[in-house]
């Protein structure tokens, strides 16, 4: 890991850095209009490339809250151009490490006691870094340990940079506060929780508890006593991460299995327990004698049972060859608005049936395969062309959809992602109980 | 007959003990040697006057911190700047016994007044950084830029006076807030004396006093800065 030399530190200069972000994104606004001028033709992409550099070199500056929302977007296909989620998807990678007698001093207030007080070996370096941290490999007898270490003043700062953040989003997207602030709100609450260990180290009994039962997937253990409000505290896994495996030599079988097992840990998450790991990166995972590892239950969602009904009943195929009950069951989700007027109301019928087709297929095809680079491209397709087609964020006026909606929507996209990374085939019936007897992932689009 | 250490802890604890309490120094030698039932003499033989007492104070508290992180189990595996982090860090979770302390006497006080009562204090940390510094020459981690060196723990004494001015008016919980300042001014220190950028900026402040000095285009330069 490179050491970053020079991070803003107040408010101030904070808010300086985005400054000098919004400016840029200016600038190159003015470039692209300028190269129109001379070539005779807009260069959409070149933008959107250049923009989310600047941007992304700013949100990585920053680290903590920004670089949380940075990998938020990043995961969220569906609302980003493509250029955007490709350097977004770097903001992982760049953490700046902290110093050993810092991880000390960390140690000793929390625990009043220095790492090696607790453990007979403890990295001096992190071997890993975390978004809001990093992580030491521990040893004690024969047991080691992945220890992850936050940087002080993370949770302190990640409101103002909200803050500031947010007026960024708004104008980079076209969004307007009032529509959108459900789901900033939503996005704040999951950033707080994630800042505080104790929530994370709960949140992980928890739910390792209840998956227990699942074949194909391994967890780490987790220690209470070794673990504070900055400090989190698990079994160390030799594994290979999650990217590496997809690049390496695996087998398609072998594929088809961690795929399948990654397909049944989420269904049994979202349908059965009704609560799940909303973070599907390939980072939190790793794979490990054939066994689907996840590491990090730092972002959980509960959802509301009113809410998932809603939201999955739109699985059934039927709805979407019947108009009259798509719009009934639009409307429910507040998706479609009253006072939508009918040539709205029709082009929103129509996004929404196409987004809930396409979304909604592996599902439909009960087997499905990933590794079809087609189907992602057309997912990303349609965000682009309804978006050029003027089915943008001017057309989604008003607060629409729920902000419930968010996580489950991004723990599909996240979950696609990585089966299509994997290239894996797997059975995508619902083996837990959902509305209709089928269940469905990411109905609505619109969040 | 008490050992002269024995004597000089108990008068430093007691005039402490009068100006945490007071909020001021006690009005006169005799008050101090009437409470601690010692003569006049005996007090002079230790200390020149009262301020030299809190001098004194000070000075062990570096003391007493520095000799804690030397005498750690990993110092000696430690480089230059993990052991200065390790000092600082150190230095500034034990100021918290004598918070109040530091408020009354330094608090409010701008980064490059020296209060006369911390001069003793910061000759002994800039022993330390000496070697400190002379170390981290030694193995390459900084410059060695010959007799400009000595400038280097004099930087270092800024930067901790820094953390301490900044400590002082901190108000996070926890104080996680310093030791993100600790961090980042430690390693922007070991940055500026690794390459050559603390002589290019030396460089360009004589050219442009020499320009100044002499008169001559005074607006330009300084303007370009
Ligand atoms: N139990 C573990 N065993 C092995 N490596 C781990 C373990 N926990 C975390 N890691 C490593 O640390 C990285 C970051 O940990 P993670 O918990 O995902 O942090 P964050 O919550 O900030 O995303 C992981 O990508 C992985 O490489
Ligand atoms: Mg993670």
Same mark, same amino acid.
């Given at each position: 890991?490179?050491?970053?030399?020079?991070?803003?530190?107040?408010?101030?200069?904070?808010?300086?850095?985005?400054?000098?972000?919004?400016?840029?994104?200016?600038?190159?606004?003015?470039?692209?209009?300028?190269?129109?001028?001379?070539?005779?033709?807009?260069?959409?992409?070149?933008?959107?490339?250049?923009?989310?550099?600047?941007?992304?070199?700013?949100?990585?500056?920053?680290?903590?809250?920004?670089?949380?929302?940075?990998?938020?977007?990043?995961?969220?296909?569906?609302?980003?151009?493509?250029?955007?989620?490709?350097?977004?998807?770097?903001?992982?990678?760049?953490?700046?490490?902290?110093?050993?007698?810092?991880?000390?001093?960390?140690?000793?207030?929390?625990?009043?006691?220095?790492?090696?007080?607790?453990?007979?070996?403890?990295?001096?370096?992190?071997?890993?870094?975390?978004?809001?941290?990093?992580?030491?490999?521990?040893?004690?007898?024969?047991?080691?340990?992945?220890?992850?270490?936050?940087?002080?003043?993370?949770?302190?700062?990640?409101?103002?940079?909200?803050?500031?953040?947010?007026?960024?989003?708004?104008?980079?997207?076209?969004?307007?506060?009032?529509?959108?602030?459900?789901?900033?709100?939503?996005?704040?609450?999951?950033?707080?929780?994630?800042?505080?260990?104790?929530?994370?180290?709960?949140?992980?009994?928890?739910?390792?508890?209840?998956?227990?039962?699942?074949?194909?997937?391994?967890?780490?253990?987790?220690?209470?006593?070794?673990?504070?409000?900055?400090?989190?505290?698990?079994?160390?896994?030799?594994?290979?991460?999650?990217?590496?495996?997809?690049?390496?030599?695996?087998?398609?079988?072998?594929?088809?299995?961690?795929?399948?097992?990654?397909?049944?840990?989420?269904?049994?998450?979202?349908?059965?327990?009704?609560?799940?790991?909303?973070?599907?990166?390939?980072?939190?995972?790793?794979?490990?004698?054939?066994?689907?590892?996840?590491?990090?239950?730092?972002?959980?969602?509960?959802?509301?049972?009113?809410?998932?009904?809603?939201?999955?009943?739109?699985?059934?195929?039927?709805?979407?060859?019947?108009?009259?009950?798509?719009?009934?069951?639009?409307?429910?989700?507040?998706?479609?608005?009253?006072?939508?007027?009918?040539?709205?109301?029709?082009?929103?019928?129509?996004?929404?049936?196409?987004?809930?087709?396409?979304?909604?297929?592996?599902?439909?095809?009960?087997?499905?395969?990933?590794?079809?680079?087609?189907?992602?491209?057309?997912?990303?397709?349609?965000?682009?062309?309804?978006?050029?087609?003027?089915?943008?964020?001017?057309?989604?006026?008003?607060?629409?959809?729920?902000?419930?909606?968010?996580?489950?929507?991004?723990?599909?996209?996240?979950?696609?992602?990585?089966?299509?990374?994997?290239?894996?085939?797997?059975?995508?019936?619902?083996?837990?109980?959902?509305?209709?007897?089928?269940?469905?992932?990411?109905?609505?689009?619109?969040? | 007959?008490?050992?002269?250490?024995?004597?000089?802890?108990?008068?430093?604890?007691?005039?402490?003990?009068?100006?945490?309490?007071?909020?001021?120094?006690?009005?006169?030698?005799?008050?101090?040697?009437?409470?601690?039932?010692?003569?006049?003499?005996?007090?002079?033989?230790?200390?020149?006057?009262?301020?030299?007492?809190?001098?004194?104070?000070?000075?062990?508290?570096?003391?007493?911190?520095?000799?804690?992180?030397?005498?750690?189990?990993?110092?000696? /595996?430690? !480089?230059?700047? *993990?052991?200065?982090?390790? &000092?600082?860090? +150190?230095?500034?979770?034990?100021?918290?016994?004598? #918070?109040?302390?530091?408020?009354?006497?330094?608090? /409010?006080? !701008?980064?490059? *007044?020296?209060?006369?009562? &911390?001069?003793? +204090?910061?000759?002994?940390?800039?022993?330390?950084? #000496?070697?400190?510094?002379?170390?981290?020459?030694?193995?390459?981690?900084?410059?060695?830029?010959?007799?400009?060196?000595?400038?280097?723990?004099?930087?270092?004494?800024?930067?901790? #006076?820094?953390?301490?001015?900044?400590?002082?008016?901190?108000?996070?919980?926890?104080?996680?807030?310093?030791?993100?300042?600790?961090?980042?001014?430690?390693?922007?220190?070991?940055?500026?004396?690794?390459?050559?950028?603390?002589?290019?900026?030396?460089?360009?402040?004589?050219?442009?006093?020499?320009?100044?000095?002499?008169?001559?285009?005074?607006?330009?330069?300084?303007?370009?800065?």
């Amino acid at each position: 890991m490179p050491e970053q030399s020079s991070i803003p530190t107040n408010a101030l200069s904070r808010m300086a850095a985005i400054a000098g972000a919004g400016t840029k994104v200016g600038v190159n606004f003015v470039r692209h209009y300028a190269q129109a001028a001379v070539s005779g033709r807009l260069n959409q992409d070149a933008l959107d490339a250049a923009n989310a550099r600047d941007i992304y070199k700013t949100l990585s500056e920053l680290k903590g809250g920004p670089l949380k929302i940075a990998q938020m977007l990043s995961t969220d296909q569906h609302l980003l151009p493509a250029a955007y989620a490709d350097v977004f998807s770097q903001a992982q990678y760049s953490a700046p490490p902290l110093s050993y007698p810092l991880v000390a001093r960390t140690f000793r207030r929390e625990f009043g006691r220095e790492p090696l007080e607790f453990f007979d070996e403890f990295s001096r370096e992190a071997v890993a870094g975390a978004s809001i941290g990093q992580v030491h490999k521990a040893r004690r007898g024969n047991l080691c340990f992945a220890v992850k270490v936050q940087y002080p003043g993370i949770a302190d700062s990640l409101r103002s940079d909200l803050a500031v953040v947010k007026p960024l989003a708004l104008r980079l997207f076209g969004l307007r506060e009032e529509d959108v602030s459900d789901y900033f709100r939503e996005v704040e609450e999951r950033l707080m929780e994630e800042t505080d260990y104790e929530h994370e180290l709960e949140r992980s009994l928890e739910l390792t508890g209840q998956c227990a039962c699942l074949a194909g997937v391994r967890f780490p253990k987790f220690f209470r006593e070794y673990s504070s409000r900055r400090i989190l505290t698990s079994e160390w896994i030799d594994g290979v991460p999650f990217d590496a495996y997809c690049d390496g030599n695996a087998s398609q079988k072998e594929r088809d299995r961690i795929g399948q097992a990654l397909w049944d840990f989420y269904d049994f998450q979202i349908h059965e327990l009704k609560r799940f790991h909303a973070d599907p990166h390939p980072g939190n995972f790793l794979v490990s004698d054939g066994k689907l590892v996840p590491l990090d239950f730092g972002c959980t969602k509960q959802l509301d049972p009113h809410f998932h009904k809603r939201h999955f009943a739109f699985l059934d195929e039927r709805l979407l060859e019947d108009d009259a009950s798509l719009e009934r069951a639009l409307r429910e989700l507040r998706i479609l608005l009253p006072e939508d007027g009918s040539a709205q109301t029709r082009n929103m019928l129509d996004l929404c049936r196409r987004s809930i087709a396409l979304l909604a297929r592996p599902f439909h095809e009960g087997e499905f395969n990933f590794g079809d680079p087609e189907y992602l491209r057309e997912i990303r397709y349609l965000g682009e062309q309804s978006e050029r087609e003027g089915y943008g964020p001017k057309m989604l006026r008003g607060a629409r959809g729920s902000a419930e909606s968010l996580y489950v929507n991004r723990a599909y996209f996240g979950l696609y992602n990585l089966l299509a990374r994997l290239r894996a085939r797997v059975m995508t019936v619902s083996r837990f109980s959902v509305a209709n007897g089928q269940s469905n992932p990411v109905a609505g689009g619109v969040g | 007959m008490e050992t002269s250490q024995h004597l000089r802890d108990k008068i430093i604890g007691k005039v402490l003990d009068h100006l945490r309490e007071h909020g001021k120094m006690p009005p006169t030698v005799y008050a101090v040697c009437r409470d601690l039932q010692i003569s006049e003499k005996e007090f002079y033989q230790e200390f020149p006057s009262l301020d030299a007492v809190e001098s004194a104070h000070w000075r062990n508290v570096m003391d007493h911190n520095i000799r804690k992180v030397e005498n750690s189990s990993e110092w000696q /595996g430690f !480089n230059s700047q *993990q052991r200065l982090l390790a &000092f600082l860090y +150190a230095y500034f979770e034990d100021s918290l016994c004598h #918070r109040s302390l530091l408020l009354l006497r330094f608090g /409010g006080l !701008n980064v490059l *007044q020296e209060p006369v009562s &911390f001069r003793e +204090a910061s000759q002994r940390f800039l022993e330390f950084a #000496r070697d400190i510094v002379k170390k981290a020459i030694q193995e390459r981690e900084i410059a060695d830029r010959g007799r400009l060196n000595d400038i280097y723990p004099r930087g270092l004494l800024l930067q901790f #006076r820094t953390v301490l001015d900044f400590h002082l008016r901190d108000t996070s919980p926890g104080f996680e807030r310093t030791d993100v300042l600790i961090e980042k001014t430690t390693r922007l220190a070991f940055d500026l004396m690794k390459t050559s950028a603390l002589d290019s900026a030396i460089d360009l402040a004589r050219w442009v006093m020499a320009f100044r000095n002499q008169g001559a285009v005074a607006k330009a330069p300084c303007g370009a800065m």
